[in-house]
């Protein structure tokens, strides 16, 4: 298995820990002048999300994680996995709930995602920055107002619940960011 | 217009006019106490066998001579500086360029500007206090504490004697202050995890002094550090060298200097047989100053180095050391 030094430690870096695939997110060496060095290392573990620190001794190796970042397209959620296809070489992944469940409620069929994959298998999902989805309930709200002023919430049809505008009426497909999970507007 | 290190033009302008002012501030100190500056060669085809230390290499043409000859780009002035010493050159100075490999950090770059100094008869504290001296004249008037290493673990570690203290001691004040976990150490390994303390727990507290901005000289390090400062006489256990902190960075490292051929030589041969033992190229001695330090030891004094970007960037408060250099070395 291909190994790293500390001294090829960077930002977004990805290496093994306890077996998990972590990634740095920084790496700040700590040189005393008549000592020995040591990398003071901030990373994310990239199964979990969880954000971790350890100070290695320079020198030491840590072992290479096999992480990899895809575009895939989704296909379907057959109750248990999360299906997506490499829309080049037709190759077929499944997810399973852990991997997609934050962003679960912004994954729409046929729509490319940025798949990590570890050791060839999905471990988490980032859909579109950008998604259209139907309004399946909201408040009928004022006719009246097309301003935009003030809000309520509206239930899409993948089960996401947002803030949007009042003018907004059920059956009408709106545009939400998916890192903000906020409205940006109307769907034409 | 902004420049690649985000500066404007005016403000770059104005950074290079206050560096170029602290050079002549620290140059104005010196000539004012009679001390020479001297400009040592930066090549030399002596190494530093500092295991910690790595020194840049270059291979130089010499006429007479088939093969092109490794020189080491100096990791600081301090062998031929001790060679003018000893040659009776009286108080000196080098302020300049030094070289120290795989050093790049916020507060490291591989090629640094260093000032170091040596004062004939001045014991360990006379040099201290003109250090702190020479800091107030570039800080402002801050205050100053010196403590021993060991009263530091005492009073920040809450470690009672850290030379007779085990390894699982420094271990559980590293656990106690939420430091990350560690990886790579030998769980008996007391040096490196007594270093750990030092630097994790404890040298953030320095060059604070009452929770303000000041001067913290950190002295009587264990023997085992003294690289080439001398033993405490009343104290084997100690050596008579010497730290100085300000907000929590290190500033400057001094000593009272080793006068002996032999001791010299000693300690070397003892960072050579480390180096084997780490794995780690050897490096030539450099006989010229043991030969010098044969002909005739060393006077009695004290030298110090200073990293003069850190200085520069506690003055100008900057967070990185680069941005007080024209260029880093990912910029040059």
């Known amino acids: ?188 | 217009m902004p420049n690649k290190a985000g500066l404007t033009t005016h403000s770059l302008a104005d950074r290079l006019k206050k560096r170029s002012q602290l050079v002549q501030t620290l140059r104005a100190f010196f000539y004012a106490r009679s001390v020479t500056e001297v400009d040592t060669p930066i090549l030399s085809a002596a190494g530093v066998p500092d295991v910690h230390l790595h020194a840049l290499s270059t291979e130089v043409r010499l006429p007479g001579e088939a093969q092109r000859q490794r020189f080491y780009l100096h990791t600081s002035p301090e062998y031929p500086m001790k060679r003018l010493l000893c040659a009776g050159s009286g108080d000196i100075f080098y302020l300049g360029k030094v070289f120290r490999d795989g050093d790049l950090s916020p507060r490291h770059q591989i090629e640094f500007t260093m000032l170091e100094w040596y004062r004939i008869g001045f014991s360990m504290f006379d040099l201290m206090e003109e250090v702190a001296g020479l800091l107030k004249t570039v800080l402002g008037d801050l205050a100053v504490e010196s403590i021993s290493y060991q009263d530091a673990f005492r009073r920040y570690a809450g470690v009672e004697d850290i030379f007779t203290a085990s390894a699982e001691t420094c271990r559980a004040v590293l656990k106690a202050h939420q430091v990350a976990d560690v990886v790579g150490v030998d769980a008996d390994d007391k040096a490196l995890w007594e270093q750990l303390v030092l630097t994790e727990v404890i040298e953030p507290n320095l060059g604070l002094v009452e929770g303000k901005m000041g001067i913290t000289l950190l002295y009587h390090y264990p023997a085992r550090d003294a690289a080439l400062a001398q033993l405490c006489e009343d104290d084997p256990q100690v050596a008579e060298r010497f730290e100085v902190f300000v907000n929590g960075m290190e500033l400057a490292n001094g000593y009272h200097e080793l006068a002996d051929a032999d001791t010299y030589r000693q300690r070397f041969e003892a960072s050579l047989a480390q180096r084997a033992e780490l794995g780690l190229p050897s490096v030539p001695l450099d006989e010229n100053l043991l030969q010098a330090l044969e002909a005739r030891p060393l006077p009695d004094c004290s030298g110090v180095a200073l990293g003069v970007d850190r200085l520069f960037a506690l003055q100008q408060a900057l967070n990185n050391i680069q941005q007080g250099m024209a260029f880093g070395i990912q910029q040059a």
Request: charged share 20%; proline share 5%; hydrophobic share 35%.
């Open chain 1, 1 to 188: 298995m291909a190994t790293y030094s500390t001294n090829e430690f960077k930002a977004g870096l990805k290496f093994l820990m306890d077996g998990q695939p972590c990634s740095i997110i920084e790496n700040t060496i700590v040189q005393p002048g008549k000592g020995q060095a040591f990398n003071r290392v901030k990373y994310r573990n990239l199964m979990t999300g969880r954000v971790l620190e350890n100070t290695f001794k320079s020198g030491e190796k840590v072992d290479a994680a096999d992480v990899v970042d895809t575009e895939l397209q989704y296909l379907y959620n057959d109750g248990e996995f999360w299906h997506f296809m490499d829309p080049e070489t037709f190759d077929q992944y499944q997810a399973s709930e852990a991997a997609v469940a934050d962003v679960s409620k912004w994954m729409i069929e046929q729509d490319m995602c940025t798949v990590t994959l570890f050791n060839g298998q999905p471990i988490s999902v980032t859909p579109p920055k950008q998604v259209t989805l139907e309004v399946t309930e909201t408040d009928p709200g004022l006719k009246g107002d097309t301003a935009g002023t003030g809000g309520k919430p509206a239930t899409l049809s993948t089960g996401a619940v947002v803030q949007v505008p009042l003018f907004v009426q059920i059956g009408e497909k709106v545009i939400v960011n998916t890192e903000k999970g906020e409205y940006v507007s109307r769907a034409k």
